[in-house]
């Protein structure tokens, strides 16, 4: 029995590593690159030695690798006290923008962790185990965690089972099929275990937060003199979450509003106001008085938040506001108390663009997450089975429970921002659940009536979790034979896989909160909900939303609703290669492998009739489903036509070529290929390079979503802070310029801030995505300092018919950026502003009967990125110093040299060396 037992905080974690140790030459922690590693593969023939590296599925006499590739071990994971490969694979520089459980989350499938290489989007990484697919856990809804996609939960990974995990950049589509445009992430596991291993890890962070456990354990036993075996796995791990206010250096709640000129300033107040005193992170910058005075349009602030709301509901007026409102605010205990505004920016109290730093009111910090709840518990069972010397039979079966819950979000709101049900709500003072202090001091002020303004925090917990059951089986045989005097060897396997995933969330009855806001009455002498009607129930209890915490336990079981969406993601693949050297040339053997696949993915997403209706605050959400299947050949050959047993001038040559044609039975035939080699003048130096045409296949939601509602904000591109930016300045300021001169009241825009309903849905027209990929490079291995490897490579890929969905945002830029504008009717300029539809004054309507957005799925024009990737490692034995084990450094560098993203055709922009996107 082997027991491992690491416990630490996440200060200490560094500590971690003894005899031998791992020193980082780089400010991410780095991974050793499988440049000139020679540790066997898990998946191995013990017999002959020969691998199967990552991107072919030739057996090699090494891990030579002829396409840029970075691995990870074990050891990598222990000595950084990891559990989690998606934590590991995070920290390397080629990866960013993966979904993970920090931040905010979508609305179905919250806690995944779904890797993203190069930021080209989670669903361009091909993500297998063990050299074969797994079932996605990607949501099929356009309201999911992630794009569209078969991503793959690197949750389900069991952290004892791991032997490396490696990443080869743009290659994959031809050996493994569809997703692999950016990379392909293969994680090779442990199947056979001899004994017991038990691992514990637990830690928390400085703050006494972030508690986190994680229990792993293998077991296996030989049978038949060894000629079988049997191993089982399981894991347990919980992770605790953090508010974003749970930290002090972020609980300033920076964010951006509008910088007011002078003027303005002086008219939102208050008295003595200045730079100095209104909550700016830098005092220096001045009011926005000119476009040439140096001071930007936009600043940064503390407390960034929205003064006509709060929790426990503001005293508001739509237009006017008299003596008490905006000035008081409903306490706890029902009684009215003194309302602080903060400081006002972009507009006055009553308008709809009114923001603030500081104050009372909604602050938008208060409501997201560093990193949600999370649990996750697998079982894993492997086995097999020597059949003959040269037949081996295998089985893996794995099991997964996962757990996802995000902490805090915007709950439904009554605001002056919005119209219909989340409208601010409106009162007589006579209201029998109003305090009696509350309705003197409204009397006294001369109210008759009065409307509350408020974030519904007590009606129901928005954020939901996420629950899933994952099954997958593996079985299959794999050996060697000869033929013609030559060996061969073969691999016939089938997956199978099923996920099955809910929900549950809560919303409000929208029917029962006007009945039960308007006191359970059909004709109350003022309706709280203008344009609702109240209808007899006798369930109803009433409900007061005076006061954080107001309502009654019996009126929230009344209000709020259950919901919950079931959704199943299933896969199907049966794959058969044979592979071997047929001849050889110059003594060196020619190899090839040829195989076949039939892969079939379905998946349905199913809201209960409650969501389907749309009788809460959000949108319709309408059930969507589908299936597809894919029948591909694929082959390839490896031809060495000089190597270091030839004695030949040069060290060594070779070049591959693979090709693999798929017929996707809803978009018809799409052939993928690569082509390259490697070239080494002398045993120092290598130089390498690959051409690679890939491709990704439409997923389900992206094909068969239906048209559904959905809330959406529209950016402002005519706000004084937006007008002169833009790919092309002088496009965008023309055609704003027109937009105003016909809509002088077109901003600020209200739908900026506050969603509005708009329209969504899929595309069964969609083609697959095309990319044409080439890498070159070099590896060094210097003879005069034995153990350091170096290796730098160039990447290049041109992404073609990039599958969007046509974001609101992208639409605003199509229509301000495009160089073809109607001057004349500039709410309609082009098509790309048509599907954004203005009212009189401009702005866009708020109108769910009739969504003013209109988005959806398309093929885009083209992404093209450019990049450096280098890997260094040195690794020495500590023997010239006494000491036992080996000193290793390792450092991994990603240079983003050009990422330019053309969506529409229209304005495309580069977003290398922006925040989010460094270089």
Not at 249 to 255: C, E, K
Request: charged share 15%; aromatic share 10%.
């Amino acid at each position: 029995m082997k027991l491992k037992t690491l416990m630490s905080a996440t200060a200490l974690v560094g500590i971690l590593a003894s005899y031998p140790t791992i020193a980082s030459a780089q400010a991410a922690p780095a991974a050793k690159a499988t440049l000139d590693d020679t540790t066997p593969d898990a998946t191995a023939e013990a017999d002959d030695k020969a691998i199967v590296v990552t991107g072919s599925r030739i057996r090699r006499p090494s891990f030579e690798m002829l396409e840029p590739t970075v691995s990870i071990d074990s050891k990598y994971l222990e000595n950084r006290n990891l559990t989690n490969i998606a934590d590991a694979l995070n920290e390397l520089p080629g990866f960013r923008g993966s979904v993970t459980p920090n931040g905010a989350q979508g609305g179905f499938g919250q806690g995944v962790n779904f890797v993203n290489t190069f930021g080209l989007g989670t669903n361009r990484t091909l993500t297998l185990v063990n050299g074969r697919r797994v079932v996605s856990s990607n949501v099929t809804s356009i309201f999911g965690n992630a794009n569209g996609g078969t991503q793959v939960d690197l949750n389900i990974i069991n952290p004892i089972l791991i032997d490396r995990i490696d990443r080869v950049s743009i290659g994959g589509a031809p050996v493994y099929g569809s997703d692999a445009i950016a990379g392909t992430v293969n994680v090779i596991t442990k199947t056979r275990f001899t004994g017991l291993e038990i691992r514990a890890t637990t830690g928390v962070t400085e703050y006494g937060d972030n508690f986190r456990y994680n229990v792993s354990g293998a077991y296996g036993i030989n049978f038949a003199d060894g000629r079988g075996n049997v191993s089982i796995a399981a894991n347990y791990e919980a992770v605790r979450g953090i508010l974003t206010n749970d930290r002090p250096f972020l609980a300033n709640g920076v964010g951006g509003q509008l910088n007011p000129t002078s003027a303005l300033a002086a008219t939102l107040g208050p008295v003595g106001r200045s730079p100095l005193n209104d909550g700016r992170i830098n005092p220096n910058i001045g009011f926005n008085n000119s476009a040439t005075d140096g001071f930007p349009g936009t600043i940064l602030v503390t407390r960034a938040g929205i003064p006509s709301l709060s929790r426990g509901g503001v005293v508001v007026n739509a237009t006017t506001a008299r003596a008490l409102d905006y000035n008081v605010q409903f306490a706890p205990d029902g009684t009215l108390i003194p309302y602080n505004r903060g400081t006002l920016f972009a507009g006055t109290i009553t308008s709809a663009a009114a923001r603030n730093s500081g104050g009372d009111g909604f602050v938008f910090n208060d409501f997201t997450q560093i990193t949600g709840n999370s649990r996750r518990i697998s079982a894993n069972i492997f086995t097999d089975y020597q059949l003959t010397d040269d037949v081996r039979l295998f089985a893996e079966g794995l099991y997964f429970n996962g757990f996802g819950d995000e902490l805090i979000q915007q709950q439904s709101f009554q605001s002056t921002l919005f119209g219909g049900a989340s409208a601010a709500l409106t009162f007589s003072v006579n209201n029998p659940l109003l305090s009696a202090q509350a309705r003197n001091l409204l009397v006294a002020n001369g109210y008759t009536t009065f409307r509350v303004s408020r974030i519904n925090l007590d009606l129901g917990d928005a954020t939901g979790v996420s629950k899933n059951d994952l099954y997958r089986i593996v079985g299959g045989a794999d050996g060697k034979f000869q033929a013609f005097g030559r060996d061969f060897n073969f691999e016939v396997s089938g997956v199978y896989g099923r996920n099955n995933y809910q929900d549950l969330s809560q919303q409000i009855n929208q029917q029962n909160f006007v009945n039960a806001v308007n006191g359970c009455v059909t004709t109350p002498a003022v309706n709280a909900t203008p344009g609702f009607t109240p209808v007899a129930d006798a369930r109803c209890v009433p409900l007061s939303v005076f006061g954080e915490g107001a309502p009654s336990a019996a009126a929230r079981a009344y209000v709020i609703q259950d919901t919950v969406a079931r959704s199943y993601i299933e896969q199907w693949v049966v794959n058969a290669n044979v592979g071997g050297s047929p001849f050889d040339v110059f003594t060196n053997p020619v190899q090839f492998n040829v195989g076949y696949e039939h892969r079939e993915e379905s998946a349905q997403f199913t809201p209960d009739p409650f969501l389907q209706a749309g009788l809460g605050r959000s949108v319709a959400i309408a059930a969507t489903g589908g299936r597809y299947a894919l029948n591909e050949v694929t082959g390839e050959f490896n031809l060495p036509i000089f190597t270091p047993k030839n004695d030949f001038f040069f060290h060594n040559l070779e070049v591959f070529g693979r090709g693999r044609y798929v017929n996707n039975a809803v978009n018809g035939g799409f052939f993928a290929w690569a082509a390259g080699g490697s070239f080494s003048p002398i045993a120092d130096v290598q130089f390498r390079g690959n051409f690679t045409r890939s491709f990704r296949s439409p997923s389900i939601v992206e094909l068969f979503a239906p048209q559904t509602n959905t809330f959406t904000t529209v950016p402002d591109l005519c706000a004084p802070g937006a007008i002169g930016a833009g790919a092309v300045p002088a496009i965008r300021t023309a055609n704003c310029n027109a937009f105003l001169a016909r809509f002088p009241n077109g901003t600020p825009l209200s739908a900026a801030t506050a969603t509005v309903p708009g329209r969504s849905g899929g595309n069964p027209l969609l083609r697959n995505e095309e990319a044409n990929s080439y890498t070159y490079g070099v590896i060094f291995r210097p003879r005069f300092l034995r153990g350091m490897t170096l290796s730098v490579d160039y990447l290049n890929i041109d992404l073609k018919q990039p599958i969007a969905n046509l974001t609101v945002a992208n639409i605003a830029g199509a229509c301000f950026d495009n160089p073809v504008f109607n001057a004349a009717d500039p709410a309609n300029g082009n098509p790309f502003c048509s599907l954004i539809r203005r009212d009189a004054n401009g702005q866009v309507p708020a109108d769910p009967a009739n969504p003013a957005v209109t988005s959806g799925f398309v093929n885009g024009q083209k992404i093209q990125v450019e990049a450096i990737q280098s890997s260094l490692e040195y690794s020495t034995k500590l023997d010239g110093l006494n000491l036992p084990g080996s000193l290793t450094l390792t450092g991994e560098l990603f240079v983003l040299l050009r990422r330019l993203i053309d969506t529409t055709g229209v304005a495309p922009a580069r977003s290398d060396g922006t925040v989010g996107d460094p270089t």
